[in-house]
């Protein structure tokens, strides 16, 4: 009785321990997150490196994001493999990121970031890592003489420039405290360099969730 009872324990231990692996891992899978984006094209996104990137380690050159880590899909799935055009308005780089702002021209989905961008140049993990991107134009724009002309109806940039009419602007950005992305981070002083794009530059890109994306289209059966 006595065993049996033991016996009875561990193997109800071990189907416990299994389950909870697998709760585990479903968890953590739910819980990875997921991105929708205006995806860059391959002959797009090969002319972002070769124009943009300066030959660096660490280039992104991939997309421009609509949505981060929703909670749900469903009010974006109806544009997944639409066809949308981005156009350059400028870039900003500084020591650890390098973006540029754009202007979603079909706009029949838009970015839920203040500033759209493409991300060029950003460290693989920690506080300058993506994300730095949309907090380098917040610094931007908060700190340098650069201004930002708002599309009326769509909220989006438009077109940005400087006052004194300069096309680039290289200048000190002080530091600069980030609560908008949990946890939040003090980032230090920087100097960044500003160019705006006189010429009209365009890269056309498909609407797709990330883990649809197969590097050149929206496939929506990748998890089945």
Known sequence: MTGGMKR????????????????????FCESSPLWIASFLHPKDREQCIRTLSENSSLVVCDHSTI?????????WEPYF???ETLQLLGCVEDTKAKACMVRVVKANVLSTNTYPHITIIAQPSGPYSALYSNILWTRMVADSPMKVVMDPVTKKPLHIYLP???????????AFYDNEFPPGHLYAATNATLWIFKEVVQFSC????????NGASCNQKLDN
Do not use: K
């Open 164 to 174: 004194d009419g300069n096309t680039t602007w290289e200048g000190h950005l002080p």
């Open 206 to 213: 498909t609407v797709c969730l990330d883990t649809f994306w």
């Open 8 to 27: 009875t324990f561990g193997e109800f231990g071990q189907r416990s321990i299994a389950i909870l692996l697998v709760l585990g891992l479903i968890g």
């Open 81 to 83: 493999g639409e066809d």
């Open 67 to 75: 949505v981060f880590n929703p909670a749900s899909i469903s009010p």
